[in-house]
């Protein structure tokens, strides 16, 4: 494993250590490859994905097409804003999951919160 992945492994864990999601406040938790971004959104207390998007998703690969990344990512933002939506949840936890709070990262919390949800 990469000094790099250590690192944010690391991290992760640590913020884990503080955030959880609930039935009424589920986790947002957002994951980084090189080409494409994933979010999804957890009850931790049931151990149950409640929503999930991403840039391979049927509903935003057509829309994504070969826009930047960070346009991606704020397109996955929005849909998985309108997927908590229908199920009436506003409220979350945004876990970044020990990535860094710029880029694609933010454009997908800045989508989400576009969309209606509050963190």
């Known amino acids: 494993m990469s000094m790099q992945i250590q690192g944010r492994e690391r991290r992760k864990l640590r913020i884990r250590r503080k955030i ?10 957002v994951f980084r490859s090189l080409k494409h ?5 957890v009850d931790d ?8 998007s991403s840039t391979l998703a ?13 346009d991606a990512a704020t397109l996955v933002g929005k849909t998985i804003a309108a997927q908590l939506k229908a199920k ?9 999951n020990g990535y860094l709070y710029h880029g694609r990262i ?14």
């Open 37 to 41: 971004i994933y979010a999804q959104v």
């Open 58 to 70: 049927k509903d935003v690969k057509p829309q994504a097409g070969d826009s930047k990344k960070t």
């Open 88 to 96: 009436g949840i506003t409220k979350i936890v945004f876990d970044r």
């Open 20 to 29: 959880s999601g609930t039935e009424e406040r589920p986790r947002l938790s």
């Open 106 to 119: 933010k454009a997908l919390a800045e989508g989400a919160r576009e969309g209606g949800l509050e963190f």
């Open 45 to 52: 207390v049931a151990g149950k994905t409640i929503a999930h």
